[in-house]
């Protein structure tokens, strides 16, 4: 029987070894870079897009090779260990350039996936929503019309085989006019993509708006894959939620949400709604930063960011995450939000790491969605935050307005009011960002 070549990895509900005995593609993972690695992550997120991986390369090296990824000798070494390994797929742990691509693949004879091509690909599988599809649809469209290069040659050099058309330089090979089709294809339909974007995303910010009307201040949970932030968002809303909504899908895979959900949790008696969406991991393809900006538009618009990451991986590997989910903050437009680092999984943490994440993260906290431990200091905290935040307002309502007061009711602290014969007249203290929202209400021009 052939045996399973997944080293450490083992079998898993999603792994392809158990579904099939064998796995229909194995790959060889293989990566240019400046320091030794095992290649985890990218094993990672081969198996959670049902890829088997049969071995792993690397190459020390400052750069990538400008042409193959790899340099002459490593490619001829993973072109053997590809035979020893019985391989069909090389992996690569970067963003190829089309050319990098075409070349290693020609070198190697068997197909070449690289980082971007394995991400999108699970996310595709991913996705549950209309607007989740459209998202992966217009991040794969934009990858794949950047390679059509590579189908160009190929079509090319098959037409000149078949003699359909004499191949001479001056002509322009049915390969060619075939290339030009696909691209115009590929363009029309990205346009659409992106119209019908637009129309989710509008309707997405008629929700906001619906939302923001209730003036009720947002948190956002955001941090890299499997960190364990829909885990959170359940334990929260079920020990302070409304009690009325369903739990939040989790699994030990990478980028199981990708749709963002928002819930309601008590904080000392006012309501703040939560967000949870779709992970990070370093080198996140642009396309799908740039194609879920509706998305990423709730962590953007967030009053607060939780910022949660597994402290249960080693120090320096918690560095390279937080790193990465910095860089990706700062790129959507919310590098200036205020946000609290929650290191979690701390039931995985055993009391010296504690200590030591206590000293290195002294503002930081340690948290479990999985015992519940931290949540209520979490809680606590945010809520805390938003005080720290709170400034006094002085608000008169129109009688007409009556339901924006209302609302008031659940974020202010310290409410009085008085009918006068203009209105209600409020003063009360309100966070920062909640009380920009009723800037309209302000007294003497003064909110
Ligand atoms: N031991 C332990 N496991 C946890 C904890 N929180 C989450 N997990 C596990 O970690 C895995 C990922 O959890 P999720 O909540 O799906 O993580 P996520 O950050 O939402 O991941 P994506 O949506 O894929 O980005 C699951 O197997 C969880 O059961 C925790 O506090 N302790
Ligand atoms: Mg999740």
Sequence with gaps: MAS??????????????????RARQRALAVAALDHDDDLAELRELLRTAGVATVGTVVQRREQP?????????????VKALLADLDGNVVACDDELSPRQERNLEKALGVP?????????DIFAGHAHTAEGKL?????????????????????DSLAGGVGTRGPGPATRGPGERQIETDRRLARDRISA????LDDVGSSRAVMRAERNRAELPQVALAGYTNAGKSTLLNALTAAHGDGESAAVGVRDRLFH??????????????????????????KLPHQLVDSFGATLEETRLADLILHVVDASAPEDELGEMTGAVDAVLADIGAG???????????????????LELGLRHPDALLTSGETGEGLAALIERVG?????????VDLLFPYADGGSLAELHDVADGLEREDTPEGVRVTARLPETVAARYERFAVNGRP
């Design 4 to 21: 399973n070549h997944n080293g450490s990895l083992g079998p898993s509900p999603d792994g392809v070894s158990e579904r099939q005995g």
């Design 65 to 77: 090779h400008p042409n193959t990824y790899l340099g002459p000798g490593k490619v001829e070494e």
């Design 112 to 120: 070449v996936i690289d980082r971007t091509a394995v991400i999108l």
């Design 135 to 155: 998202q992966v649809e217009l991040a794969q469209l934009e990858y794949n019309l950047a390679r059509m290069r590579g189908l160009w040659t190929h079509l």
């Design 193 to 196: 993509l992106r119209r019908r």
């Design 257 to 282: 949400t990708l749709d963002p959900t928002t819930r309601t949790v008590a904080l000392d008696g006012r309501r703040v709604l939560f967000t949870d969406t779709v992970g990070f991991i370093r």
């Design 336 to 354: 200036e939000t205020p946000r609290l680092l929650v290191l979690n999984k701390a039931d995985l943490v055993d009391d010296d790491r504690r």
């Design 384 to 392: 805390e935050d938003f005080r720290r935040s709170m400034r006094p």
